[in-house]
C-alpha cells in the first residue's frame, strides 16, 4: 500500500512550466531519490510536497490523507536544507530540541530524545556546541538529526551532501543511508549526482524538464534505461543511433553506423528508427565476450586510477571504453576488437540520437 | 582579509599607513583631545585651584538634578520609541522580495537630508497651537480643547525619535539581512508559527543590530541640543541646554565643562553597562 501518493502535479512559473503531469508512489520507509540536472523541477517537486509552494493541479496525500490545503508547519514533514540552515544563536542540543519545543513535548522527553537522535547521527557530547564549532559534515548530521527527533511522516532532504568535499561525501552518503535506514522513515532526496542516487535509495526517479524520465530501482536505470536522457544521464557514454532490422526470439538486431548489433528484445517494431546504448566499462577490447564485435583503433587514452578511458575510433565513429586498470596501458594508435555482450546492448527510445 | 593583507604586507608598507594616518591623528589630537582635556580641566578648577565645587553645586541644586534626571528618561524613551517604531521598517527594507524599498528608504532617511532648524519648525507646525494635530483632533471630536504638546517633553519625544529613526532602522535592517532566509523556513518546517519563528529566530539574532542601533540612538538623544531646544526650550531643559545656558550666556566655563562631562559620564555608563547586558557573556546572551 501506497504511502506517499503524488497525483498529476503541475506547476508554472508564468509561461514558464516547472513541472508537469508528476505522479508517482512511494512505500513507507522508502527512500526515493528525485535526481535531474538543475532546473528539472525536483526542487520545485520537493518544495510542492513541502507546502512551501501551491501546485496549480493535482494532489498529495501522505498515508492517504490530502495536503494540498494543509500549511507547511502542519504537515509533519522535516526537511533538510542543502545549508543545513542551523540557528546560529543555539547549541547542538537546542537545534535539535527545537521541533520538539514547537511540538509542545515536555522537557524530560525532550531531553531523552535529543540524546537517541544524537546517538543515532554519532554526535554524542557534543551537545554544547555551536554550528560555527562544527565541521561540515557535523553541521551535515545535527541537521539531519534535527529533522529525524520529531518522527516525521516525511523526511525531505536538499541536495544534502553538495556542500560537502568529495571524499567526505562519500563517506556520509555511506553514513546517512545507514542512519536513515535505521531511523526508517520515508525519505525523497533532491540530488543531481547520479552516483549519489544510486547508493542513498531504493528507488530513482529521473527528472527531465519537468517530466518524469522513468522512475525505478538504481538496478534499473543504471543497466535497463529506457530513454536517451536516461541513458545519457546514467553515464552510458555509447549512444549510437540506428534502425531495426530484424527481430526475433529474444533478441533484435539494429542497422547503425558500425555494423549491424544485436540487442535484447525491446518495445519497438522492425523498421524504428532507435538508439542502442552501451556503457564504456561493458567493452572489452580483446574481442573475446561474443554477440557484437566491431575493429577499431585507439585514439585517445585517459587514465582514471580505477580505469583507462579510452576513444576508439570504429566503423565511423568514436565508441568510449572503459578497460580496468592494472592491465597493460593501451597505446594510442593500437588496433583492438572491441566486443560487448548482447545483454550489455540496450535499445532505448529515440533515435537519431548522435554519439556523445 | 585587511588585517591579514595588511599583517603580511612589507615593512615598508606598513610604516606608509602609519605616515598615512598622521594628519588624521593629528587632527583628532588638536580638535577632539586637547579640548576635552581643557574640558576636563575647566570643570575641576576654580580660580587655577583644584576643586570640585562645579560638581558640588550641579548635585545639590535640586533643578540640575531635575534636568539630569529628564534627560536620562527621555533618551531612554526615545530609544524605545525609536526600536518599535523602527523594527517593522527594518523588516520591510530587509526583506528582497518587497517592493518599493527604495521609496521606504528615501522616506526613513529623509530627516536627515533636512536642516535641524527647519525640521524643528515643521514640528512646530504641526505640534503648535492651532496647529495640525490640534485641529485633526478638534475636527475628529476626540478631544473639546486645543491640545498644546509644544515645550512639552512629548515633543522633544516625537521630533528626537523621527531624527534619529534612520540610525536604528539602519542598524536593525544590517543585522536582519545577515540572517539566512532559510533559517525562517526550517523553523516554519519544524513546526514554529510564524509569530514563534520570529520571537526564536529572527528576534535573537538580529540583537546585534538592536543593540548598535540603541545605543547610537541613546548617546545621540542624550545630548542632542537643537530638536529639544526649538521644541523645549527653557520649559522642558535637557542637559545640553544647560551646558549652553552656563556657557554660553551666563559664560560659566567651569560649570559648563562639568555639566557636559556629567553627561559623557552617564551616557559612557549606559554605553557600557547595555553592551555587558547584551554582549557575550552578558545576562542576556545567557537566556539566549
Known amino acids: ?356 | 582579509m585587511t588585517a591579514v593583507a595588511i599583517a603580511a604586507a612589507p615593512r615598508g608598507w606598513r610604516a606608509g599607513i602609519g605616515l598615512l594616518l598622521l594628519p588624521v591623528v593629528a587632527f583628532y589630537v588638536v580638535m577632539f583631545v586637547w579640548p576635552s582635556l581643557n574640558v576636563l580641566w575647566l570643570s575641576i578648577t576654580h580660580d587655577q585651584h583644584l576643586t570640585l565645587s562645579s560638581y558640588i553645586a550641579f548635585f545639590s541644586d535640586p533643578f540640575s538634578r531635575t534636568v539630569l534626571l529628564r534627560t536620562v528618561r527621555l533618551a531612554l524613551l526615545i530609544t524605545v520609541a525609536a526600536l518599535v517604531v523602527a523594527y517593522p521598517i527594518a523588516l520591510y527594507l530587509a526583506d528582497p522580495e518587497r517592493r518599493g524599498r527604495g521609496i521606504v528608504t528615501f522616506v526613513v532617511l529623509a530627516p536627515l537630508l533636512v536642516s535641524a532648524v527647519v525640521r524643528a519648525y515643521g514640528w512646530i507646525i504641526i505640534l503648535g497651537p492651532n496647529g495640525l494635530l490640534s485641529d485633526l483632533l478638534l475636527d475628529l471630536h476626540l478631544t473639546s480643547k486645543p491640545t498644546y504638546l509644544l515645550f512639552s517633553e512629548s515633543a522633544i519625544v516625537i521630533a528626537v525619535t523621527h531624527v534619529y529613526l534612520p540610525f536604528m532602522v539602519l542598524a536593525i535592517a544590517g543585522s536582519l539581512q545577515q540572517i539566512d532566509p532559510a533559517l525562517g523556513r526550517a523553523a516554519r518546517n519544524l513546526g514554529a508559527s510564524s509569530w514563534r519563528a520570529f520571537f526564536r529566530v529572527t528576534l535573537p539574532l538580529s540583537l546585534p543590530g538592536i543593540t548598535a542601533g540603541s545605543l547610537i540612538v541613546f548617546c545621540l538623544s542624550a545630548s542632542a541640543f537643537v530638536t529639544p531646544t526649538l521644541l523645549g526650550g527653557s520649559r522642558v531643559p535637557m542637559m545640553a541646554y544647560l551646558v549652553y545656558n552656563q556657557g554660553i550666556l551666563l559664560l560659566d566655563w567651569h560649570m559648563a565643562s562639568a555639566i557636559a562631562l556629567i553627561l559623557l559620564v552617564v551616557t559612557a555608563g549606559v554605553t557600557l553597562l547595555y553592551s555587558w547586558l547584551t554582549g557575550r557573556g552578558g545576562p542576556v546572551e545567557a537566556v539566549r
Open chain 1, 1 to 356: 500500500m501506497a504511502y506517499l501518493e503524488i497525483e498529476q502535479l503541475a506547476k508554472s512559473y508564468g509561461a514558464a512550466r516547472a513541472l508537469q503531469g508528476v505522479s508517482f508512489t512511494a512505500g513507507q520507509g522508502e527512500i526515493v531519490a528525485l535526481l535531474g540536472p538543475s532546473g528539472c523541477g525536483k526542487t520545485t517537486l520537493l518544495n510542492l510536497i513541502a507546502g512551501f509552494i501551491a501546485p496549480d493541479a493535482g494532489t498529495i496525500r501522505v498515508g492517504g490523507r490530502l495536503m494540498n490545503a494543509v500549511p507547511p508547519h502542519q504537515r509533519d514533514m522535516a526537511m533538510g536544507f542543502q545549508n543545513y540552515a542551523l540557528f546560529p544563536h543555539l547549541d547542538v542540543a537546542r537545534n535539535v530540541a527545537f521541533g520538539l519545543e514547537m511540538r509542545g513535548i515536555a522537557k524530560p522527553e525532550r531531553a531523552r530524545r535529543v540524546t537517541e537522535a544524537l546517538e543515532l547521527v554519532h554526535l554524542a557530547g557534543l551537545e554544547d556546541r555551536y554550528p560555527r564549532q562544527l565541521s561540515g559534515g557535523q553541521q551535515q548530521r545535527v541537521a539531519l538529526a534535527r529533522a529525524l527527533v520529531v518522527r516525521p511522516s516525511l523526511l525531505l532532504l536538499d541536495e544534502p551532501l553538495s556542500n560537502l568535499d568529495t571524499l567526505l561525501r562519500k563517506t556520509m552518503r555511506n553514513d546517512m543511508r545507514e542512519i536513515l535506514r535505521r531511523a526508517g522513515t520515508t525519505v525523497l532526496i533532491v540530488t543531481h549526482d547520479q552516483e549519489e542516487a544510486l547508493v542513498m535509495s531504493d528507488r530513482i526517479l529521473l527528472l527531465a524538464n519537468g517530466v518524469i524520465e522513468q522512475m525505478g530501482t538504481p538496478e534499473d536505470l543504471f543497466e535497463r534505461p529506457r530513454t536517451v536522457f536516461a541513458a545519457h544521464f546514467m553515464d552510458t557514454a555509447n549512444l549510437i543511433a540506428g534502425r531495426i532490422s530484424r527481430a526475433d526470439n529474444g533478441c533484435v538486431e539494429v542497422e547503425t553506423g558500425v555494423g549491424a548489433l544485436t540487442a535484447e528484445r525491446c518495445g519497438a517494431a522492425v523498421g524504428a528508427d532507435v538508439t542502442v546504448a552501451i556503457r564504456p566499462e561493458r567493452i572489452r577490447l580483446d574481442g573475446a565476450a561474443g554477440d557484437n564485435r566491431i575493429d577499431g583503433v585507439v585514439r585517445t587514452v585517459n587514465y582514471l586510477g580505477t580505469a583507462y578511458r579510452l576513444e576508439v575510433e570504429a566503423g565511423g565513429t568514436t565508441v568510449v571504453v572503459a578497460a580496468s586498470a592494472g592491465g597493460a596501458r593501451p597505446q594510442t594508435g593500437q588496433r583492438v576488437s572491441l566486443s560487448w555482450r548482447r545483454c550489455d546492448t540496450r535499445v532505448v527510445e529515440g533515435g537519431g540520437a548522435a554519439s556523445q
